[in-house]
């Protein structure tokens, strides 16, 4: 009666039922989890040690990382299932809690935390997919491939470009940018963030870009100074995106480029809490409006990455400015 109080003690905190309901669909790492939950590194390795300890967790290692999963998933063998495994193999003698867990995991999808826990994962598995990471399917297994080199191999074929990277953040895809552009310029509002930009600048030795501090409303920069306006994930943070649009249009030189990648509309609305979000993202309609508002061109909006059970679509947009 002592272990079965115990353990029950042990389910009677959110943060790890939270932690068991993510891992019913999957193995992850702490850093993942820690993503995932919104709960600190620490505070995240502390429940799973509880959890492991109670025989609820197990832990595996792989190339170098630790994975944590349901003790009693059988995720690394062919042709079972993890409810097969419960009703038939009974591994740790908790089959019936499983099965209980379940139900209220299942019932429990309308809860807050739990659509927000659940968008996260879904972030989580989607930079998996993106980033090529086999997680232990030796088919995936080739050497040297990778999303970053073919992105990067597309920049061979465009000429030597002037670009402004606008609400840059700390200056990722400025770099990456800065590898086939004559110049840029990451712009962000920020001086915390553009410092950490510079820094990760001067780590890698970048020396064609520029950091300016700028609102999206009223950019540094001269008119018809700049051949590509890239605004990644960057136009639902304006107060007013039509505002936000006529300043890309304005520093862009005749036959330059707005080149635009956002979220389409969705239902997160933790995301203005957690990261300021002015708007929950924009219907491929309206995104194409207020690119056609901004008199720009060859307007064009299409879906640059939706996978299934994520609550987020990346849409990619693009419009052509002329003389004014």
């Known amino acids: 009666m002592q272990q079965t109080s115990t353990l029950f003690r042990l389910l009677g905190d959110t943060t790890r039922l939270r932690l068991l309901r993510v ?5 992850f790492n702490v850093t993942e989890l820690t993503g995932i939950l919104g709960v600190a590194q620490s505070g995240v390795s502390r429940h799973l040690g509880l959890l492991k300890d109670a025989g609820l967790v197990v832990e595996e290692r792989e190339a170098g990382f630790v994975y944590y999963r349901l003790a009693d998933d059988p995720s690394t063998s062919s042709g079972s299932s993890r409810a097969k495994s419960r009703d038939e193999g009974r591994l740790n003698g908790h089959a019936s809690l499983w099965a209980l867990l379940d139900t209220q995991f299942a019932s429990a999808t309308g809860d807050r935390a739990v659509r927000e826990d659940e968008s996260r994962l879904q972030e989580v598995l989607r930079h998996r997919k993106e980033h090529f990471d086999t997680h232990g399917d030796a088919r995936q297994l080739v050497p040297g ?11 061979h074929l465009l000429p030597p470009l002037d670009v402004a990277d606008v609400g840059c953040g700390e200056g990722y895809l400025t770099l990456e940018a800065a590898r086939w552009a004559r110049s840029v310029i990451g712009i962000d509002r920020s001086d915390e963030v553009l410092e950490r930009a510079r820094a990760l600048a001067a780590r890698r030795r970048v020396t064609n870009v520029q950091w300016k501090k700028g609102d999206l409303a009223r950019l540094p920069l001269r008119d018809a100074s700049i051949d590509v306006t890239l605004l990644s994930q960057s136009l639902h943070h304006a107060a007013d995106p039509e505002d936000a649009l006529a300043e890309a249009v304005r520093v862009l030189r005749p036959g330059g480029r707005v080149l635009l990648l956002d979220l389409r509309e969705h239902d997160q609305t933790w995301v203005r809490n957690r990261f300021g979000d002015q708007h929950l993202g924009f219907a491929d309609a309206d995104l194409e409006a207020l690119l056609r508002r901004a008199r720009l061109t060859d307007v064009r909006v299409n879906v640059g990455a939706r996978h299934t059970g994520d609550p987020f679509t990346v849409l990619i947009a693009s419009g052509v400015a002329h003389g004014r």
Not at 145 to 155: T, V
């Open 23 to 27: 891992l019913a669909q999957d193995r």
């Open 145 to 155: 491939r990778s999303w970053a080199a073919w992105a990067r191999a597309l920049g």
